[in-house]
């Protein structure tokens, strides 16, 4: 079923040691999200026009990216753990919990990723291609 695009405002702190040494703050303003989701309980988020500002808590630092749009499909596996295909710009944060360790990258291109059944831990990182930028790197 698919939902008409709903504008997206959000924010979100990360405390020091999850994604970065330091404490992060994620904003997204001005994008636009639709959400389909398939009788099979897979789910498409298509994303246009968000813009993410990273921002360092300690020292100010802002990192900002004005993203064309994203595809991301959540498929579930048989496991009970779920397989995640992101395409276009995608900010994507590993914390000190998942099995990669932490850190922030904003990936510009396709990320697959297999995750808990929650969704909430990264389990692995099955490829990445395109772009990646060290989001703690650049902010420290």
């Not at 309980?41 to 749009?69: E, H, I, P, S």
Request: hydrophobic share 35%.
């Amino acid at each position: 079923m698919s939902r008409p695009p709903t504008i997206q405002e959000w924010s979100a702190t990360i405390a020091a040691g999850n994604g970065c040494s330091f404490p992060l703050e994620i904003t997204g303003t001005n994008g636009k999200l639709t959400v389909i989701t398939f009788k099979t309980g897979d789910v498409f988020q298509v994303g246009k026009g968000v813009v993410l500002t990273y921002r360092n808590l300690t020292n100010g630092k802002t990192y900002a990216v004005n993203t064309a749009g994203s595809v991301d499909r959540f498929v579930q596996n048989a496991d009970g753990t779920q397989t995640v295909y992101l395409s276009g710009h995608n900010g994507y944060v590993y914390f000190n919990t998942d099995a990669t360790g932490p850190r922030v990258i904003q990936y510009t291109g396709r990320l697959v990723v297999t995750t808990d059944a929650s969704g909430q831990n990264t389990l692995s990182v099955v490829s990445q291609s395109g772009q990646s930028v060290n989001v703690c790197a650049a902010l420290a």
